[in-house]
């Protein structure tokens, strides 16, 4: 064992003593410390940022929340909760938050390799985030608000979501910081649709520029399921997202659309993996990721297509933007294929923003910053425009706005 | 030399990757008029024009630019855009997810800040962009669309007519606006140009031939060959170059 592992299972063990379902905790916590923590020669979570670790504490923080706390405006139609260091905060919510239950902590121990960090958070998640659609359609928005800095505590917010059969969810997961320091976020949510559901989720990652996220989500689709994925990676000085979507029943299908952006020397990392158990089942898989200043980032989609899923559809358009003469950024498309009558297409590219495109909007007397800016708000256009929320999309939009880095064109490589 | 002159050139001398294309060019172009470049494919019209609205890549070896008493060549190109000066081009980008509504109202912003005047009205825009398109017969359904995206090679030209009258230049060249274009079309276009025509502006018309000058005489027509001026004269030289082709001046200047 490591000794970073080691002193996350001291630190974990001890702060489990405190928390109810210890069982279940102290399994989760023996199945991380089995499997060991990733390490940076592991193709999968190469773009990470592992070492960061080193310097987190892994306690839970105590959820002390501040007296006051800016939330972006709630959305109209949507019923709002609030979680602080992933503990529930009933005087900001619309909702109760429901207890937390052992089986969902079990759950995680039949998770894969890649979604190691979510045993850590079943290890030590305080209160579970949890919405459960049994009929009609539901509109939910849940707000993790990181408020203490990593030195005083890590936050684990945890999320549950379940949509019975014919169901539908319109899901807002946004991962915001309470103040400027920086925190320690591992998150994880679980998302299940059984037959028939359909569920659009909108997760938007602003943490505070200092804060770092290790962060999984895992979902599973039964027969005729749709579950759209819209997510926005902005936040955090270090950031992994780990996606792993299974596709467990006939013609289930997913939607996933990822935008991340980078700068000054920020790590955007997203893993996906989209597994196709069943027949007739659909990917569409839409990366869009702007690397600018000394950032990196990256973007590996990974597509399975098991020996059952036969008349199987998968579609990746991965691209990415250097906008910065140190940047990086890395989009991977891999398919491992078990079938024969499946039909895959990817495109991948990285490349810099376009002279030919650029000359033709300073030509018309358009300022180089604001030209730029177009030019990279109009390459992450797919991803924005497949925001259905008209309110939501305005508050991404402007917060966009604001982030685009106007790279000058001499720092291009 | 003609002091009045919007555009004046003088022995420009360009190179591109090591090779000289413009070769001692000069040029001048009255406040007011229309002049006509013509020449064969590759003899330098395109360069001359890109040069003229700052495309980057074209190294400026010798002579001199000055365009309404400034030295053209000391503008970045979107200052030189704001100072009244239009590019129409040869071959118009594609940029999608820029809308096009939104780029003409960038640009036209972008010049009236230049020169000191409020951003203009949402209402008044819309009206003018409608009037204007009208005048193109483009349908409205391209204010919604990105710029140049999925158009047909007649669109993109009347897409950079319709900019031309939104933004009304100074000075408008035009490359090869006119090829590619059907009948109709091409009327269309002229139309377009002939309608800025005033006598504060000037145009430049570059063109292969001289379809578009039976619908924009013009005032002078000037053969580009080999990186330099080789003939000047009036409407007629168009088309007594269309009956003897450029073999007959590109000979001559040999
Ligand atoms: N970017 C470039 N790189 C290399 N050669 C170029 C470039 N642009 C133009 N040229 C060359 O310069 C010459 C003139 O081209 P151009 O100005 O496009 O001519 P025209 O517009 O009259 O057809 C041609 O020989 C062309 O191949
Ligand atoms: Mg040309």
Redesign the interface.
Known sequence: MSALLERIAGEAGAAQQGLPHRDARRRALEALTRQGLPSARDENWRYANLRSLERQRFTPASGMVPASLELPPALPGFTRCVFVDGHFDRARSAAPGPPLAAAALERTLRQGPDERFSLLNAALAAEVARVKVAAGTERVEFLFVASAPAGAGASYPRLEVEVEPGAGLELIERHLSAGSEGGFVTSAVEVHLAAGAHCTHYRVQDLNPRSILFDTLGARLDADAHYRLHALHTGGQAARSTLALTLGGERARVDLAVAALGERSQVQDTYARVEHAARATRTHQLFRGIAAGRSRVAFNGKIVVAHSAADADSQQSLRGLLAGPEAEIDVRPQLEIYTDAVRCSHGASVGKLDEQMLFYLLARGLARESALRLLKWAFLEDVIAGIGQPALRRQLEARLARLLPEAAPEELP | MDSTALLEIEDLEVTVEGRKILNGLRLSVPRGQVHAIMGPNGSGKSTLAHVL????GYEVTGGRVRYAGKDLLSL???E???AGL??G?QY??E????NNVY?LK??LN??RT?QGQPEVDAFDFLALVREKMRLMRMEDSFLSR??NEGFSGGEKKRNEIL?MLV?EPTLAILDETDSGLDIDALKIVAAGINTLRSPARSTVLVTHYQRLLEHVVPDAVHVLSRGRIVRSGGAELARELERRGYDWVSGEAA
Request: glycine share 10%.
């Open positions: 609205a700052g495309r980057p970045a190109p979107e030189r855009a704001r239009f590019l081009f118009p980008v940029i999608p997810g820029v780029l960038a640009a972008a010049a230049a990105g710029v900019q933004l």
